[in-house]
């Protein structure tokens, strides 16, 4: 029997496939992958053949995006969660996440938790500036919540941020899961901060999400510091630089830096920006 479905968990050599039929299948890949190099991963559509509860993998569908670390595939929207409070937001991580969704051809979703202690006003003005989706929740009230589901339902949807924003509380109530031993919530939450694999779980109504292992372990490849405006949106679309090929860091007469003096360009981005120019001229990727 021939079915498509999606890996959603990989331990030892094994990875659980939910298909087609609705059914959770126990498969290993043929040594066809490994004699061309390819390893499954988690997010990988793909074709397997089983006379019962086990299987084999035969084809791995086309990726549409790729992420090494962690090794996750055909991830739609990533959704980077960040405290207003307790722990303050890090400025420069949700934007080199930002870099990350918009290199990999990822939807990013800024998700603003713990609005019931401090208001998220000037972060949401920051990043709507910048032209990205901002949703502001509360994972104590619920606030918010059903907003963020709207946005994820029918897509793979990976959760990343700094250890103690909250991502375990939203994906508990995304997944309309309780928090008790052997649950689903129990299995992302992995401790009181940690979460030590990568697993999708299915979201109710379609979709899947995924809690990442850490907010700063994303990586990407091939990015270099003269591509580096071209993930900034609100420095991509800006023209009128004296020269052509403008940094936007040192050179005279920048339309950059003119907007950033005149308030249109957020100070903090612009920083982002330096300081990854910076790093991404040192070495060729991200460590």
Not at 98 to 113: A, M
Not at 124 to 137: D, L
């Amino acid at each position: 029997m021939l079915l498509t479905g999606v890996i959603v968990k990989g331990i030892g050599g094994f990875y659980y496939i939910k298909a087609e039929d609705g059914a959770v299948y126990e498969c290993k890949a043929r040594g066809v992958f490994r004699k061309e190099k390819i390893k499954p991963m988690i997010g990988d559509v793909v074709r397997i053949e089983s006379d019962g509860e086990k299987g084999n993998i035969v084809a791995i569908k086309p990726r549409k995006t790729e992420l090494i670390r962690p090794s996750v595939a055909n991830i739609d929207t990533l959704v980077i969660v960040a405290a207003t409070a307790s722990p303050e937001p890090n400025l420069f991580l949700i934007d080199k996440m930002l870099v990350l969704s918009e290199q990999q051809g990822i939807r990013p979703i800024l998700c603003l938790n713990k609005e019931d202690l401090h208001s998220g006003d000037e972060l949401e003005k920051i990043y709507r500036t910048a032209g990205y989706p901002v949703v502001r929740v509360s994972a104590k009230t619920g606030e918010g919540v059903a907003e963020l589901r709207a946005l994820i339902l029918g897509k793979t949807s990976a959760f990343t941020g700094l250890s103690g924003v909250g991502k375990s509380s939203i994906l508990t109530l995304l997944l309309d899961a309780v928090l008790q031993t052997g649950a689903v919530s129990d299995k992302i939450q992995r401790g009181k901060h940690t979460t030590r694999h990568v697993e999708l779980f299915e979201l109710p109504g379609g979709g899947f999400v995924l809690d990442t292992p850490g907010f700063s372990s994303l990586e990407a490849e091939g990015i270099t510091a003269s591509e580096l405006y071209g993930y900034f949106p609100e420095l991509a679309e800006v023209t009128g630089c004296r020269f052509k090929g403008c940094s936007h860091i040192s050179e005279p007469d920048c339309a950059v830096k003119a907007l950033l003096a005149q308030g249109k360009i957020a100070a903090s981005r612009y920083e982002s920006y330096k300081a990854l120019y910076e790093l991404l001229k040192q070495k060729k990727d991200w460590e």
